[in-house]
């Protein structure tokens, strides 16, 4: 059984930084692309960024210069490193995997929040003063 588990999400004044942690189990994670995605309130959920499993990062245009993805395969977690917030930040956070299915993801198609089988609960993140 695929588990996604999220941590790490708080308050934080604007410019502050957080560290959301994803621990995953059930399925081969060193091979496995993971994303983090979040929902702002009233909007829509949101691609943010994504890693592959040679390390390869990509990042929504938004958070570029400002978020870190990076991942720890000898202990099947991912991280996603927030500097800098802004109140715009202020969103439920995801890490989301598509498992087994993973291959089918492209570089294009890993930008869309369809192409993830498996996400976890959530963590929350506000950045207010």
């Known amino acids: 059984e695929v588990q996604l588990v999220e941590s790490g999400g708080g308050l934080v004044q604007p410019g502050g930084s957080l560290r959301l942690s994803c621990a995953a189990s059930?399925?081969?994670?060193?091979?496995?692309?993971m994303s983090w995605a979040r929902q702002a309130p009233g909007k829509g959920l949101e691609w943010v960024s994504g890693?592959?499993?040679?390390?390869?990062?990509y990042y929504a245009d938004s958070v570029k210069g400002r978020f870190t993805i990076s991942r720890d395969n000898a202990i099947n977690t991912v991280y996603l490193q927030m500097n800098n917030l802004k109140p715009e930040d202020t969103a439920v956070y995801y890490c989301?995997?598509?498992?087994?299915?993973?291959?089918?993801?492209?570089?294009?198609?890993?930008?869309?929040?369809?192409?993830?089988?498996?996400w976890g609960q959530g963590t929350q993140v506000t950045v207010s003063s």
């Open positions: 989301a995997t598509a498992g087994a299915g993973g291959s089918r993801i492209t570089i294009v198609t890993m930008t869309f929040v369809s192409s993830y089988d498996y």
């Open positions: 059930g399925f081969t994670f060193s091979s496995s692309v």
């Open positions: 890693i592959w499993g040679d390390g390869s990062t």
